[in-house]
């Protein structure tokens, strides 16, 4: 399998990728193995796999990368949805990969599952980790509720920014993106997506809540891999953990680790 444009392993690089209004922080460690591209949750930075990337090793190249406003990367004009999916080309433009195996979390779930649709032949397969589920689970009650939840937290983001624990985006940006999360994450927009879906998929699902959920909500939203599951036989449900969706790249970074060996063995075939 070729997995890069040359025929020398690539070096390990740390810097800026310009992009469209901004600059994206990426690490990658090089190497032969076949380029793994990580992306995060929605306010997470890239460091939250560096557990991953620690069990798996030199077995693969690990890139990853802080999305727009996150982490050291700088603040845009744009957080849409598209251009998440949009920073996931320039990125691997930028280290010259022509095809890649993603792993996503929560929101980079969604922008994985995407990315790997609209790719067929650059990507080698996709890791979905306890996101990318297709659930009707915004209505205007909801909405109402995460604008409000962001308004609650809007004094306090600016005192953590220096810590680089909270995005640099306003909390009504932050909310919208929320909010455009949940659009397209109903059944009727996500699920003709994860049906397109060409290439070995492997969800990697946690239990419990996630921040925000009440009650068993989180739970019933990941019933609807069932269907999935079921209509594409591409998609398989890896491992269940026992972790929350907060805690999972930290207690469960092997589960993870497991998966993405899984789905590679499967793009080789």
Known sequence: MTTNNT???????????PVEDTA???????GPGIPVVYLNGQFATRGYWKRVV??????????????????????????????????????????????????????????????????????????????????????????????KLFQRLNW????????????????????????????????????????????PTRYVVASGKSFGSRGDEQERIRTSLDAVCARNPRIRVSAKVTSNHSHLLRRDFRAIAAAVRETAAAGRR
Do not use: C
């Not at 996150?70 to 022509?98: I, N, P, Q, T």
């Not at 009504?172 to 699920?191: D, Y």
């Open 7 to 17: 025929t020398t392993a690539p070096s390990a690089w740390t810097g800026m990728v």
């Open 24 to 30: 994206l922080a990426v690490t990658d460690t090089g």
């Open 156 to 199: 306090v983001m600016p005192l953590l920014r220096p810590t680089r624990l909270t995005p640099r985006m306003s909390a009504a940006q932050q909310a919208e993106s929320n909010i455009e999360l949940g659009r397209l994450s109903r059944e009727r927009e996500l699920g003709p997506v994860l049906d397109g879906i060409g290439v």
């Open 54 to 147: 620690a069990e798996l090793g030199a077995e693969f190249r690990h890139i990853t990368f802080d999305e727009r406003a996150r982490g050291k990367s700088r603040r845009s004009a744009d957080y849409s949805f598209e251009a998440a999916v949009r920073d996931v080309d320039a990125v691997l433009a930028a280290r010259g990969v022509d095809r890649a195996l993603v792993v996503g979390w929560s929101y980079g779930a969604l922008v994985g599952a995407h990315w790997a649709a609209r790719n067929p032949d650059r990507a080698v397969g996709a890791v979905l980790v306890d996101g990318a589920f297709p659930y009707d689970w915004l209505d205007d009650a909801m909405e109402r509720r995460i604008r």
